[in-house]
């Protein structure tokens, strides 16, 4: 079945750190991956997606890229804020018709000044 | 706010007790999902509808679950006989369908069920 795979937490960076949350995933033919972000006290928020091989998702100065031949999505920004603080999900989108999403474990950042 | 909208937002309830919980749709969306989140976890799929049919529920949903859309609109999950391995958060969604380009998943706030 499918499966995502993501890099445990907690994350601690100084503010304008360069982040990297690595993820990797398990599918049959070819999903579609998403990251989303949950902050503190509220729901999930799509941050970014990538619908086929080689797109670039990108969004707040996050960006990922769809690996197909490592089957990767690792999230990345260049200087992270304080206000990233969250934890983050990365997630494919089976090809199937119900397009259910499965989600990896999620990754807590936690970023101080 | 024309987002997905869950209540309660919380529930807290005794093993054994029944407890409903209501979802409303971003009001265009013809698909809406129920996932379940645990301390820790991802959310995990659990059914979906697309306009008032359920078309398909995953394993985790035991015979004590039943969801319901009746109108294609809102929807509501109940789970009867709570037991403490159900407390979770309980996750709407909703989208339109494919194939429509625009169906990504919108998230509600959630449900966080305690039971003691």
């Known amino acids: 079945g499918n499966s995502v795979t993501q890099m445990e937490g907690p994350v601690t960076l100084s503010e304008e750190a360069f982040l990297t949350i690595n993820c990797t995933y398990t599918?049959?033919?070819?999903?579609?991956l998403f990251w989303y972000v949950q902050y503190p006290g509220e729901g999930l928020q799509l941050l970014l997606k990538?619908?086929?091989?080689?797109d670039k998702g990108s969004n707040k100065g996050f960006e990922a890229t769809y690996r197909k031949e490592t089957t990767s999505f690792h999230l990345e920004k260049g200087s992270v804020q304080v206000s990233d603080s969250a934890v983050y999900f990365c997630?494919?989108?089976?090809?199937?018709?119900?397009?259910?999403?499965?989600f990896g474990t999620g990754t807590r950042l936690q970023v101080t000044l | 706010d024309t987002g997905v909208s869950q209540d309660p937002r919380h529930k807290i309830t005794k093993r054994g007790q029944n407890v409903t919980f209501r979802c409303d749709p971003i009001?265009?969306?013809?698909?809406l999902y129920w996932y379940r989140q645990t301390l820790g976890q991802g959310p995990e799929f659990l059914t979906y509808?697309?306009?008032?049919?359920?078309?398909?529920k995953s394993r985790l949903l035991s015979d004590r679950f039943s969801a319901e859309r009746p109108k294609g609109s809102f929807s509501t999950l109940e789970i009867q006989r709570t037991e403490q391995g159900d407390s979770a958060m309980y996750l709407c969604?909703?989208?339109?369908?494919?194939?429509?380009?625009?169906?990504?998943?919108?998230f509600g706030p959630g449900t966080r069920l305690t039971v003691l």
């Open positions: 997630a494919l989108r089976s090809t199937g018709t119900a397009s259910k999403l499965t």
């Open positions: 990538a619908t086929k091989a080689d």
């Open positions: 509808f697309q306009n008032e049919a359920q078309l398909e």
């Open positions: 599918a049959t033919g070819y999903p579609s």
């Open positions: 009001s265009e969306h013809n698909r």
């Open positions: 969604a909703s989208s339109l369908a494919p194939p429509s380009s625009y169906n990504e998943q919108f």
